[in-house]
């Protein structure tokens, strides 16, 4: 085993319970600080497969972006944070064994495959590539509209953690 499988390996375990913490943990600022790191973790097995670009983007984008607008959305509405009431599901063991048995199930899947175990070819790095990429990006008939819904969605949340902040603001004078 080579080191950076041993790196891959890891990143991959840090970041599964990373992830697992996100849903897990019983404060929402908590939660949004265990994301932050499964999606650095998520950043790192990107490098480790020679995807720099999506690194990048992750990076940027979720971490930089998403990530920071989810943490000051818990800060104007704190009265979601100060809640000391439970904020788990009662019946959260039905929806874990589902997600259990949906693994397994991926797992013995893929095990079956037989490209599963080859090694990957390293991705060339062909500038003709990322064009087209980016061409999908900005294109209609590609990947734009997704990106704008999400703008949107993101800008209502936004807009409405300001509006809770705000009432609240008046309701205390």
Request: proline share 2%; charged share 10%; aromatic share 10%.
């Amino acid at each position: 085993m080579s080191g950076l499988q041993v790196v891959f390996l890891i990143v991959a375990v840090v970041t599964l319970f990373s992830g697992v913490m996100v849903v897990a943990s019983r404060k929402m600022m908590h939660s949004a600080l265990w994301l932050i790191m499964t999606l650095l973790g998520v950043a790192i097995l990107f490098a480790t497969l020679q995807a720099g670009f999506f690194a990048i983007v992750q990076v940027l984008v979720y971490i930089g972006a998403i990530s920071i607008l989810i943490i000051f959305t818990l800060m104007l509405t704190r009265r979601v944070m100060d809640e000391e009431t439970t904020q788990v599901i009662k019946g959260w063991w039905l929806p874990a064994l589902m997600a259990v048995i949906l693994f397994g199930l991926l797992a013995g899947l893929l095990a079956t495959w037989e490209d599963f175990q080859g090694m990957l070819n390293e991705l060339p790095a062909d500038v003709e590539n990322l064009a087209a990429f980016g061409t999908a990006l900005v294109n209609p008939a590609g990947y734009v509209i997704p990106f704008e819904v999400a703008s949107i969605l993101l800008l209502a949340a936004l807009v409405g953690a300001i509006y809770i902040a705000m009432e609240r603001k008046e309701k205390a004078e």
